[in-house]
């Protein structure tokens, strides 16, 4: 698979870039291999950077790097609490009870779908987040949504 990298302009006017790579690379983040499928993600920012893997994390600040938090993952089912504040909120239509604010999660929660788009279509893409649309490909828009079967139709404008 060749390399495929998703680029997207966040709602401060500022890049993002998430990369997927289909082939073995070299070892940024020096993140130790585990297992033949390992996945992990390196953010970059203007004092440091972080890396994420399913073992936890770790933050890097300043030129020389220095490690200044390294959280290891304590239970299998971390991910548990999250999902279950999130069902509670859509049941009882309150969103203020969300651990993260929208203006947060949602930006968050569209970056792995905007790069899993991407990765599908096999090329970067531009994201304007003013209009929710790709710039000039109706092919990775196409993929924003899916084709609802009446009479479970999303309204245009909800």
């Known amino acids: 698979t060749p390399n495929t990298q998703f680029a997207a302009y966040d709602y401060g006017g500022k890049q993002i870039q998430f990369e997927v790579r289909g082939l073995l690379t070299g070892g940024e983040g020096d993140l130790e291999r585990r297992g033949g499928n390992f996945v992990a993600d390196l953010f970059y920012g203007l004092d440091g950077w972080m890396s994420v893997d399913s073992a936890g ?11 200044t938090m390294d959280e290891k993952k304590s239970d299998e089912k971390d991910t548990v609490p999250h999902m279950q504040n999130f069902i509670n909120a859509c049941k009882t239509r309150n969103y203020q009870s969300l651990h993260a604010p929208l203006e947060i999660g949602v930006p968050s929660a569209d970056l792995c779908h905007l790069a899993n788009i991407s990765y599908r279509v096999g090329r970067t893409l531009k994201f304007d987040p003013d209009t929710r649309h790709f710039i000039g490909d109706s092919e990775a828009n196409r993929m924003l949504t899916r084709n609802y079967r009446k009479p479970y139709v999303v309204p245009e404008k909800v």
């Open 57 to 67: 994390f770790q933050v890097y600040k300043g030129e020389k790097s220095e490690k």
